[in-house]
């Protein structure tokens, strides 16, 4: 699927089919996600039928279905900055060059 071409509603939609196949892979009940992520059942039904959910509550059913892990795949952390990596190797970073100036005679 492309995301970037697809409506906002559409990205939701799959998000919550992913997660209904993530949940029956496991072999949950709606009702067991719901009690492990302490959120009501209708609101994994929700979440699974059109994907809309607080951040919150899809961090706590992700932690419920022992996926949240892949948090880390879907937005990984920054790594660092090149001025930071040349720090660590030791590297001190040069002043630019003077500009050049013109003789005024």
Do not use: C, W
Not at 3 to 21: H, I, K, M, N, P
């Amino acid at each position: 699927m492309s995301f970037y071409t697809a409506t906002d509603q559409t990205v939701l939609e799959e998000l919550g089919r992913r997660l209904r196949q993530r949940r029956l892979d496991r072999n949950l009940s709606q009702h067991d996600v719901a009690e492990k992520a302490g959120v009501d059942r209708t609101t994994i039904g929700q979440l699974e039928r059109d994907g809309r959910a607080s951040l919150l509550t899809l961090v706590q059913v992700l932690r419920a279905l022992g996926a949240l892990d892949e948090l880390d795949a879907f937005l990984p952390a920054a790594g660092p900055s090149p001025l930071e990596l040349a720090r660590r190797q030791g590297r001190v970073r040069q002043r630019a060059s003077r500009p050049r100036t013109t003789n005024e005679g």
